[in-house]
Each structure stands twice: as C-alpha cells, then as structure tokens.
C-alpha cells in the first residue's frame, strides 16, 4: 500500500534555512502536499505541487519533487521562530484516491 | 468565519465509558473526515463522510461509529472508550473528495486520555 516517511526531527538556527524531506511510494501520485501543524493546533494547508512540476516558490518556501526517486522537500528560507512546528507531507494517490499522511517532522528553531 | 469547529478540547475517559466527539464544519463542504494522531504514526483515518447520508471506514475504524447529522455536522462516538484509544482526533472537511487536488481543512483537535 501507499507509504509516506519523513525524519521526526529537525533542528534549525534562526535565519539558516531549513530543509525538511518525505519520501512516499505511491508512483502514481498526482499531488503532493506540505501541512503545518502549529502547538495545539489542527492542520493547515502549507502549500502542495503537482506531479507535472518539479519545483514550488512561494515567498520562503520552496518545494522540490524528484519523481523519479519519489522524493519530496520543503525549504525555508530565513527560518524563524514562528516557523516552529511539525510539518506534515501528504501525497494524493491515483491508486488509492485518498491522502496519505507522513509521520510528521518536528522543527524547532533555535536563537 | 470558524471554519471547522471541534468540541470538546479536551476530555479524559475511564476504560468502558462512552461518548460522542463533536464536529461542525461552515464552508459548505461536502466531505468531512474524522483522524486520529499519534506520536510516530502521523495522522490515520478512521471514518469519513464523501457527502451528506453516507459514511465510510478509514484505515482504524474498530472501536468507533459515526453520524452525518446533516451537511455540516459529523460526530464520532466511542461505545466503549479503551486506553489505546487514547490519541488526538482531528476532524477535517473538504469539497473535492477522492478528486485530484483535494485540500483538507481541519478543525483544532480533541485530546482523549482513556484511563
């Protein structure tokens, strides 16, 4: 079945960038998407890309797909302290017409 | 505009008793969903609602049912609450369910302990 795997855990200095990954196995994905969860929170729609795309700006964030080896990332430019959370990839399976939820990767930014 | 609203926040349980989980939602959403978190397991899906008067189990649904009230209104009830039941469940709506490009709102959650 579909499978979405993420790091739990990442760790980032006010203003480096973060980069956050996911790997999922669905090969006939058609979107993909990045959710924040901020402390005590419901989900919220980051930003998403779609299979035909390779990469995603958005002001600071940038999202890279690498379809061939099924491999999603988020970039954070300038990453701040409101940018604490745990960041949920998602992929929108074809085979499945669902989404499917990654572990979740904790950031913490630090001074 | 609330969006997708969630009650209670919190509730704490002993082992066997019941209760219904609140979810309403006011973006006139065909779809709702109900998902349980936990730590290391990221979110799953226990029951979901494609439009008004019909619901489907997820991946987790032992141990829960559900109503579809009406368009904005889906509760999830535990007949017989068990500590591994213990989780924070989210509820969700979207208007393009099983469709390419679905994006899913959620409401701020509830944190169940079953003692």
């Known amino acids: 079945g579909e499978d979405v795997e993420q790091s739990l855990f990442l760790s980032v200095r006010e203003g480096d960038s973060s980069v956050i990954n996911c790997t999922y196995t669905?090969?006939?994905?058609?979107?993909l998407y990045w959710y924040k969860q901020e402390p005590g929170a419901g989900l919220q729609l980051l930003t998403y890309?779609?299979?035909?795309?390779d990469m995603k700006q958005d002001q600071r964030l940038t999202v890279l797909l690498n379809k061939k080896d099924k491999h999603l990332s988020l970039r954070i430019a300038d990453t701040q302290t409101g940018d604490s959370a745990i960041y949920f990839c998602?992929?929108?399976?074809?085979?499945?017409?669902?989404?499917?939820f990654g572990t979740g990767t904790r950031l913490q930014v630090t001074l | 505009n609330a969006g997708v609203t969630q009650t209670p926040k919190f509730q704490v349980l002993k082992t066997g008793q019941s209760m219904t989980l609140q979810c309403a939602q006011d973006?006139?959403?065909?779809?709702m969903y109900w998902y349980r978190q936990d730590p290391g397991m990221g979110l799953r899906l226990i029951y979901y609602?494609?439009?008004?008067?019909?619901?489907d189990k997820g991946e987790v649904p032992n141990g829960y049912n559900v109503s579809r009230l009406n368009k904005r209104e889906f509760s999830l009830r535990l007949e017989s609450a068990a500590p591994s039941q213990t989780s924070v469940y989210f509820c969700?709506?979207?208007?393009?369910?099983?469709?390419?490009?679905?994006?899913?709102?959620f409401g701020s959650g509830t944190q169940l302990s079953v003692l």
């Open positions: 969700a709506s979207s208007d393009l369910w099983g469709r390419v490009g679905e994006k899913l709102f």
């Open positions: 890309i779609f299979s035909n795309m």
């Open positions: 998602a992929e929108w399976g074809g085979t499945a017409s669902k989404l499917t």
């Open positions: 973006m006139n959403h065909n779809s």
């Open positions: 669905d090969s006939s994905s058609t979107y």
């Open positions: 609602s494609a439009s008004e008067g019909t619901t």
